[in-house]
């Protein structure tokens, strides 16, 4: 298993400011992933943490609103840049330790409002 | 888009069991099926998973039908802690090229009542 803690739980950030969230895993992991939860909806995939490499984005999200770090196997981060209210959602990371492993863990998720 | 379909929201007596169908005609020969539960204001939680047998683990069992179009999920004595949305989620194995990450789709709304 993986224990997954994820900072700030939650945050009210001003609009045109930018907020990092970070991402710290008890125990190396193979892969390391980002999502968001916008209000009332289930999760979308944001992004792919490639270790010591650039994120892999998924469709509709770029580098220069969501950049990522991945330093090392046990450590993420998520920048939401230049937010503004449509940004209001939970950011959650998520992580599957290895390509055996069956299931994927998730942090508890930052709650972001931006105002 | 999901490859899977599921009721929006059901309901569930306290101590009875809870099943929970999910339909994924499409899914391919080395697709396992996996079920997730996120109750309010926490991360998801995985729950079970399964290729083509019947699996049981301690919080719920699976099952899948012979042609592995649809499963269902059953919690065999439901609880009002049990209250969450249920994702069921189709995905490859990691060494089969699968990327690794989840494509949840809208999932199931479970209410337990008293």
């Known amino acids: 298993s993986a224990v997954i803690s994820q900072k700030p739980s939650r945050d009210i950030c001003q609009r045109g400011t930018s907020l990092t969230i970070q991402c710290q895993v008890d125990s190396q992991v193979t892969m390391m992933f980002w999502y968001r939860q916008q209000p009332g909806q289930s999760l979308t995939l944001i992004a792919t943490?490639?270790?010591?490499?650039?994120?892999?984005?998924e469709s509709g999200f770029v580098i220069d609103k969501f950049p990522i770090s991945r330093p090392n196997l046990t450590f993420s981060t998520l920048t939401v840049s230049n937010m503004s209210p449509e940004d209001s959602s939970i950011y959650l990371c998520?992580?599957?330790?290895?390509?055996?492993?069956?299931?994927?863990?998730f942090g508890q998720g930052t709650r972001l409002t931006v105002v | 888009d999901a490859k899977t379909t599921q009721p929006p929201s059901m309901d569930c007596a306290e101590g009875r069991a809870a099943n929970l169908p999910c339909n994924h005609s499409t899914i391919s020969g080395n697709e396992y099926v996996y079920w997730y539960r996120q109750i309010h204001s926490q991360g998801p939680q995985y729950i079970i998973h399964?290729?083509?047998n019947n699996e049981t683990n301690e919080m719920a069992s699976l099952i899948i039908t012979e042609d592995r179009k649809s499963s269902t999920l059953i919690l065999p004595h439901a609880t009002l802690r049990d209250t969450a949305v249920y994702y069921c989620i189709v995905r490859g194995n990691l060494y089969g090229g699968s990327q690794g990450n989840l494509i949840f789709g809208k999932g199931t709304k479970l209410s337990v009542k008293p």
């Open positions: 998520s992580v599957v330790p290895d390509r055996v492993s069956t299931e994927a863990f």
């Open positions: 399964g290729l083509k």
């Open positions: 943490a490639n270790q010591g490499s650039e994120a892999t984005y």
